[in-house]
């Protein structure tokens, strides 16, 4: 999924930890008992309590965290690279998403630094073809849209894979390849 080459230096990833973006907000799961249900035991009242006010606060807790986790993931001179050459994180992940749909066959969606110009830019690459030897952007991620790389959990609908991959991103990886290409 990621590029192997940070400034044109071979090196090991780091294990793909973090997650970003398309994930959908959790919701409080309906029980599947009344309220009442338990009684005498517990009583209506304390269940309506604890499910409706307790447990919906956890799941409200959790959304929040998340989308805190989300920024946190992307942050610093990255984010802000990122919200100047794209407008903003959700822009520049529908452009890379439309990128790496649009790859005719075999190929790879990239975000890549133009270090002329010292701003991000989204490429493709079809086949082989190496994003720094053929647009000369120094990679940063990238996106395998070969079939092998999803057929068999998403068959031939690439934009469902391409909806899951933002929640397998190491966006650490990507911080540090950012910045040692500034350098």
């Given amino acids: ?3 192997r ?14 997650y970003l973006g398309s994930r959908q907000k959790h919701s409080l799961p309906d029980l599947p008992y009344d309220y009442g249900a338990l009684e005498p035991h517990i009583n209506a009242q304390i ?51 439309a990128a790496s749909v649009g790859v005719q066959g075999s190929g790879w969606g990239w975000l ?3 270090k002329e110009r010292g701003h991000l830019q989204i490429a493709a690459c079809p086949n082989q073809d190496p994003l720094q030897g053929t647009t000369g952007l120094i990679p940063l ?35 540090e390849r950012y910045m040692a290409c500034k350098k």
């Avoid at 799941?59 to 989308?67: D, G, P, R, S």
């Fill in 47 to 97: 269940m309506q309590l604890h499910h409706s006010k307790h447990h919906a606060a956890y799941v409200n807790n959790l959304n929040v965290t998340e989308e805190k986790y989300q920024e946190a993931l992307a942050k610093g001179e990255l984010l802000e690279a990122i919200k100047r050459d794209f407008g903003s994180f959700d822009k520049f992940k529908e452009k890379l998403t």
């Fill in 5 to 18: 080459a940070v400034c044109g230096t071979s090196r090991q990833l780091a294990p793909v930890l973090g």
């Fill in 112 to 114: 890549g630094f133009n």
């Fill in 141 to 175: 991620l990238g996106i395998d849209v070969w079939e092998h790389a999803y057929y068999l959990q998403y068959k031939n609908v690439r934009p469902d894979y391409l909806k899951a991959i933002w929640n397998v991103i190491n966006w650490e990886n990507v911080t």
């Fill in 1 to 3: 999924m990621l590029s």
